[in-house]
């Protein structure tokens, strides 16, 4: 498997502008988390899905943001308007079951530098 | 609130002598805890884990300790080799649903 597929690698855009990136999860996993990588926060949780379902999005910080997860294969982050503070890594995880299932890692992708100007 | 702590920004070692990463908790409902390491331009990738039945897990040169009744583990390099310089998270997990992580602890091994 290739894993944690995110896209773009980069993105550069102008503040008030809409943002979109993408996540394929690793074939099988039936969690999906998205997380963002700041100095003072370090990796925080914005949202996951279980089985394409949001279970949790209490970590989005606010109504700009929004995710979504059309099919096992393939989830969005949006963030519109985007502004500055929202520049930041976001990286996609995913990982197979959890609970009663028994616990795995998270697989993370290579992650997505978001810089708004 | 951050529920996973991890209150040293750096570290610098010695190529040879051990490394001691440390992790603090708060959420007592914890019960499964990994670490993460992490090279520049890259994704977290996973380094070891511990569930909160045992208070130690080993493989090769890395060993997790679990202090459950402090709430604190750690991560512990030996020999530090200087490849193992990157950023560290500790992360934890309620029932193998959400992950938390800390806000990593960047190693620095000198040769």
């Known amino acids: 498997d290739a894993g944690v597929i995110q896209s773009p690698r980069h993105e550069v855009t102008e503040m008030g502008q809409e943002v979109t990136l993408r996540c394929k999860p690793i074939?099988?996993?039936?969690?999906l988390f998205w997380y963002r990588q700041t100095m003072m926060r370090g990796l925080e949780l914005l949202i996951y899905?279980?089985?394409?379902?949001?279970?949790?999005d209490s970590g989005m910080p606010e109504d700009r943001f929004s995710a979504k997860m059309p099919n096992a294969s393939f989830s969005t982050l949006k963030i519109q308007p985007s502004e500055p503070r929202d520049s930041a890594v976001y990286f996609c995880?995913?990982?197979?079951?959890?609970?009663?299932?028994?616990?795995?890692?998270?697989?993370f992708g290579q992650g997505t530098r978001l810089t708004v100007v | 609130d951050q529920q996973v702590k991890q209150n040293s920004p750096s570290l610098s070692v010695q190529e040879g002598r051990i490394s001691i990463l440390n992790c603090d908790y708060t959420?007592?409902?914890?019960?499964?805890f990994l670490w993460y390491k992490k090279y520049p331009a890259e994704g977290p990738t996973f380094l070891i884990s511990?569930?909160?039945?045992?208070d130690k897990n080993e493989d090769g040169r890395f060993t997790v300790f679990l202090n459950k009744s402090a709430k604190h583990l750690s991560l512990h390099i030996v020999p530090s080799q200087p490849g193992d310089s990157a950023v560290y998270f500790c992360?934890?997990?309620?029932?193998?649903?959400?992950?938390?992580f800390g806000t990593g602890t960047s190693l620095t091994v000198i040769p």
């Open positions: 995880a995913s990982s197979l079951g959890g609970g009663w299932q028994g616990t795995t890692e998270a697989f």
């Open positions: 074939s099988g996993h039936d969690y």
């Open positions: 899905f279980n089985n394409n379902v949001p279970i949790d």
């Open positions: 959420n007592s409902m914890f019960d499964y």
């Open positions: 511990i569930s909160s039945i045992k």
């Open positions: 992360a934890a997990s309620a029932y193998g649903n959400q992950f938390y």
